[in-house]
């Protein structure tokens, strides 16, 4: 069975701090994908990033930057210097050898001024 | 180019009444999801479409709810009769491909907020 937690329900930092956001997934499927998804508070679900399970480089998009390590089966998301905007939920994705994404239960980050 | 269109954005209705939700995709994708959001039971996979046939309605809640994709730019779904524990927020998604040779990305429509009082 495939499974993400997101075992971070909420959290809060103020503006500027450096922020992670764990993701630990559960599959037996030799090919998967990953993926990270926000949720700001207007509703709508943005697509953020998507990595193959052959491809473990860290990617770095500006202040975002994600770390996905096979040998603890984790796809961290970090936020560098967050900023009030960056305030949302944010969710964690699988899909492996089926078309369904499963998606974690999300972590809302708060970012006070 | 245009993202996943949905509408109505946001829909009160009694309970017993007829709701109907419409999504356009992304044009040129080949899937369509649709997803429940709910506080208690997070985002659901309702059921998805290849080239407009249905390819796995395992998640649909129960009778009440039915999906149509009637061409490659529209699709529908159906609550009826409508219940107070069918609100939250349905999510229509769209993408190129699937499965294991290219799971391609989900692109999400900003949702039908549904309240049924």
């Known amino acids: 069975a495939q499974k993400v937690t997101q075992a971070q329900t909420e959290i809060s930092v103020v503006e500027k701090e450096d922020v992670t956001l764990d993701c630990v997934y559960e599959?037996?499927?030799?090919?998967?994908?990953l993926f990270w998804y926000k949720q700001p508070p207007s509703g709508e679900l943005v697509f953020l990033i998507r990595r193959n399970s052959f491809d473990e480089q860290n990617e770095i998009s500006g202040r975002y930057s994600w770390n996905f390590q096979k040998s603890t089966s984790s796809f961290n998301f970090t936020i560098t210097a967050s900023q009030v905007v960056d305030s949302a939920v944010y969710f964690c994705a699988l899909s492996g050898n089926t078309d369904k994404l499963i998606f974690g239960t999300g972590t809302r980050l708060q970012v006070f001024p | 180019d245009a993202g996943v269109i949905q509408s109505p954005r946001h829909e009160v209705t009694e309970m017993g009444q007829e709701v109907t939700l419409r999504c356009k995709p992304i044009s040129g994708h080949d899937y369509l999801f649709w997803y429940r959001q709910t506080m208690m039971r997070g985002l659901e996979l309702l059921i998805y479409f290849n080239n407009n046939v249905p390819i796995d309605d395992s998640g649909m809640p129960e009778d009440r709810f039915s999906a149509k994709m009637p061409n490659a730019s529209f699709s529908t779904l159906k609550i009826q009769p409508s219940e107070p524990r069918d609100s939250a927020v349905y999510f229509c998604?769209?993408?190129?491909?699937?499965?294991?040779?290219?799971?391609?990305?989900?692109?999400f429509g900003p949702g039908t907020r549904l309240t049924v009082l």
């Open positions: 998604a769209s993408s190129l491909g699937s499965g294991p040779l290219s799971t391609d990305t989900q692109y």
């Open positions: 599959t037996r499927d030799t090919t998967y994908y």
